[in-house]
């Protein structure tokens, strides 16, 4: 009896699973991989989409990849689909990859494998008709109205840059600072053809005598071209002169304060929070928008809200004792609150320390450490505190570089290089202005400072074509600022 019982219970659970069992062997799934040819881009902004061919009214099914650009899609029906990849770079270029079709059969999984476009290919396609040197690259975008969302045409993109060459008589390096100009279209559009690669440029839209801030931005061969919208408020931006006037102002004085910077007010809002590589919070770090009259501190949950903020294109500033200075764009609305999280790596764990102003014995130094926003530095306290008896062991507490060997043989190699150029052995070690010397040529205790840039494509316009495998810049303490020796017998030569 008992037997019987099982056996219709059985019976009765394969009848109850058959129709499910019969559904999924009629519909099929799909695999494949997104493959990004750009190393500063990532697959997993891609989009894919997919729709029955067949059918107008189907819904579009949408997937997204993995960090390593898988994606899958399961539970299809049979039959023949349109598939289509975007990304956003690429969108916001206005240029789509064409779609394709692949069928579903059922009970199988199909594959569909894509190559994301080639930097050259980005370029070419928004450069159409103009044939461009390998280093040169592009910039595309848009520019709107920030009060009302509407194109602004008819405003002025400007780009500057600096650009070095040795002059042919004198064998002298050069620097001459270069520059373009276009205006936008009827729908805000512009588009800045061949602008150097691998050079930071500066741009800034004017429109009606108003700017917006400058906006920096670099483009790397591989990338080819990348996007750049701004938005520009006739009621709130600053006159072109006054921004000119702070900017000549700051350059004379080396200095990143805010003493000389504009006092802006409006009525956009920003809130996010700021955290640490580890993704700890990061409290008491300070944080404002350039040229605005408001700045704030984040609380012990790294949060922070900044309001009475002018709109449109706006520069956050964020800082904090033993990290590099963080200055990113953001996009700000009349009325609106716009949302925005920031991360900082430290370059060195510091103690407490107390800050007293005072002049600096070495003002390029301090003026390039808080300028540059690419390059990471260590100061002569921060030194100290790592108590090293080798210059070269010193690069174990900065990112994107590695330390090779001991002594005279020790070497510092950009890690990226590493990655990229195989024949790389050793970064470009300057000392107090002489370039490719050893690393360990100088004793810890006789350093003021270190700066050092991993990524050549943002070095110091002066380092341009000498930093392939990074660039490390010393400065020596000058001998004013090192230790007098012991007085008595033992500092005039006695026991």
């Known amino acids: 009896m008992l037997l019987r019982t099982l056996l219709i219970t059985a019976t009765f659970i394969r009848l109850l699973h058959a129709p499910t069992l019969a559904a999924q062997q009629r519909v ?75 069928e579903i059969e059922a009970g199988k999984t199909s594959r569909f494998d894509v190559t994301l476009p080639s930097g050259t290919t980005l370029r070419d396609a928004v450069c159409q008709g103009l044939r461009l040197s390998e280093e040169k690259v592009a910039i595309a975008g ?11 045409p008819g405003a002025d993109v400007v780009a500057s840059w600096v650009h070095n060459f040795i002059d042919a008589k004198t064998h002298e390096i050069v620097t001459q600072t270069r520059g373009a100009s276009v205006k936008t279209g009827p729908n805000g559009e ?26 920096r931005v670099a483009v790397s061969d591989e990338e080819g071209a990348v996007v750049r919208d701004f938005s520009l408020s006739p009621r709130t931006s600053p006159p072109a002169s006054a921004l000119d006037s702070v900017a000549r102002v700051l350059a004379v004085n080396g200095r990143d304060t805010t003493r000389e910077e504009l006092a802006l007010v409006g009525t956009a809002k920003i809130t996010g929070e700021v955290r640490a590589l580890t993704g700890e919070p990061v409290a008491g770090a300070e944080v404002r ?9 984040t609380d012990s949950a790294g949060r922070y809200t900044l309001d009475a903020l002018p709109a449109g294109t706006q520069i956050l500033v964020v800082r904090r004792l033993g990290y590099p200075i963080v200055e990113m764009p953001v996009e700000l609305r009349p009325e609106r ?57 010193l690069f174990i507490n900065v990112f994107g570089f590695t330390a090779l060997g001991r002594g005279s043989q020790a070497r510092i190699v950009s890690n990226k290089a590493l990655r990229s150029h195989g024949e790389c052995q050793e970064a470009n070690v300057v000392i107090d202005n002489a370039e490719w010397q050893s690393i360990n040529h100088v004793a810890p205790s006789e350093i003021a400072g270190i700066e050092a840039y991993a990524d050549e494509a943002f070095v110091p316009a002066r380092f341009q074509g000498r930093a392939q495998c990074g660039v490390i810049v010393i400065w020596l303490r000058k001998e004013s600022d090192r230790p007098m020796p012991p007085m008595g017998l033992s500092g005039n030569g006695y026991p």
């Open 28 to 102: 099929g799934s799909l695999h494949g991989t997104v493959r990004e040819r750009v190393d500063t881009r990532s697959a997993r902004a891609a989009i894919v989409s997919l729709v029955e061919s067949a059918s107008e009214s189907s819904p579009t099914i949408t997937a997204r990849p993995d960090a390593q650009g898988q994606f899958h899609v399961d539970s299809l029906l049979p039959g023949r689909y349109l598939i289509q990849v975007g990304i956003p770079t690429l969108d916001s270029l206005e240029i789509s990859l064409p779609p394709e079709r692949i």
């Open 142 to 152: 848009h520019a709107i109205n920030a009060d009302t969302d509407r194109p602004l």
């Open 190 to 215: 512009y588009r800045m053809c061949g602008v150097p690669s691998g050079t930071v440029l500066s741009l800034q839209v004017q429109h009606g005598g108003r700017a917006t801030p400058v906006v």
């Open 289 to 297: 928008v350039r040229d605005a009259r408001s700045s704030t501190l």
């Open 337 to 393: 609150s716009a949302s925005r999280d920031v991360l900082l790596r430290r370059s060195v764990v510091l103690d407490s320390v107390h800050v007293v102003g005072e002049r600096t014995s070495y003002p390029e130094f301090e003026r390039n450490r808080r300028s540059n926003t690419f390059g990471q530095f260590l100061t002569h306290e921060q030194i100290k505190k790592l108590h090293v008896t080798e210059a070269a062991d």
